[in-house]
């Protein structure tokens, strides 16, 4: 491959028609089998709210690299933001979420609930900096009360991740001022302009601003060690979400989702630089590989390593979302319904994880 040329997009649609052409001719192989009956029918949505965004890139991976379509899965890709209100704007057919696991609990109780079925990411794989035009009024995190903050989206885990900090410092989350970028070049602009004095956002939007000097960190939700020292233990980030129906009555998609998932995390603890740019993210503000490679690196320790969402890290955030949000868990639903390992257990011993 001739990576000076190589076309991130080009790639992806490559590996669509691969996929669809390999599904078709498993199924003319085995035509009596579950996964033949599969393939021929699978279609799927994955809806994600930034395609550019690393905390996305296991998913991502199963994807590029043919995971999925091995599973007899044919995935179409939508950018939707993740705010509750845009539940009915989902698109048509089979839905699955790349998104943080604190959704499952914001959803747990409504009609169409969300479910993890297997986790990404260890860590929330998010970084809050300070300008350096706001520097140095903003030396420690209770500093940033009645500053503006921003964040691609309020109401994520973003912001769940500063209020939690702030709250733990000893200030009030009610005198931040957030502002809502929409997309990471808004961000970059509003953070140079001084539209915002604080960013926290994910990679590798972040590495890009730290290696242009455009910010400091004042909190490093990427690292292990931090992560534990603010929530008191490990919150875990993003999940493969799929609807609470789809994950009672349909468990041979579920087993599917998983194990193109796990077979790309294996993938990505041993990938070196020039796998990793074979499979680099299409972005319209990052054309850089080391900065790319970097971006990586930030975010090595926050990749899940087998998949699993253990029970201490679910207590982690139920703690974290009922201190902001104390009504949660007063529904008629069990929040322990809001993540399930089953899956992700067969395929640790399938793909030896």
């Known amino acids: ?18 996929g669809m052409t390999s599904a078709l001719l498993a199924a003319v192989l085995a035509p009596g089998s579950a996964m033949a009956q599969q393939t021929e029918k699978t279609k799927l949505t994955l809806v994600l709210d930034d395609s550019a965004s690393m905390v996305h890139l296991p998913v991502l991976l199963a994807l590029h690299l043919g995971y999925f379509k091995a599973e007899g899965l044919q995935i179409d890709i939508v950018e ?8 009915r704007h989902l698109p048509p057919g089979l839905v699955v979420r790349s998104a943080p696991f604190v959704y499952s609990l914001q959803t747990y109780d409504q009609d169409e609930p969300w479910v993890s079925v297997v986790q990404t990411g260890r860590t929330p ?6 300008a350096k035009k706001a520097l140095p009024a903003i030396k420690s995190i209770k500093d940033i009360e009645g500053r503006k903050v921003g964040l691609l989206e309020t109401g994520s885990l973003a912001q769940f991740c500063v209020d939690y900090a702030l709250l733990v410092a000893g200030g009030n989350p009610k005198n931040i001022h957030y502002v809502a970028l929409g997309n990471p070049q808004t961000a970059i602009a509003q953070l ?20 242009k000097s455009d910010l400091e960190l004042l909190r490093n939700f990427r690292s292990l060690k931090e992560t534990q020292r603010v929530f008191g233990g490990l919150l875990p980030g993003n999940s493969l979400l ?3 129906n789809v994950a009672a009555k349909q468990p041979q998609l579920c087993q599917a989702l998983v194990n193109g998932v796990m077979r790309a995390n294996k993938w990505l603890r041993t990938a070196g630089p020039s796998d990793l740019l074979s499979t680099m993210l299409d972005s319209t503000y990052l054309t850089d590989r080391a900065v790319y490679l970097n971006a990586v690196d930030n975010l090595r320790e926050s990749f899940s390593l087998d998949g699993m969402l253990s029970n201490e890290a679910f207590s982690v955030a139920l703690k974290m979302c009922k201190s902001l949000v104390p009504q949660l868990g007063e529904g008629r639903r069990k929040l322990s319904s809001t993540f399930t390992n089953e899956y992700v257990l ?8």
């Open 1 to 18: 491959m001739d990576r000076e040329n190589f076309n991130p997009a080009m790639f992806y649609r490559r590996r669509l028609i691969c």
């Open 80 to 87: 939707q933001p993740l705010a509750l209100d845009t539940q």
């Open 125 to 130: 794989q998010l970084a809050l900096g300070v």
């Open 192 to 211: 140079r302009n001084g539209g915002i004095d604080v960013l926290c956002a994910s990679d590798p939007l972040l590495t890009v601003l730290e290696k």
């Open 242 to 244: 799929v609807p609470a």
């Open 346 to 353: 067969q395929a640790k011993k399938r793909f030896k994880v």
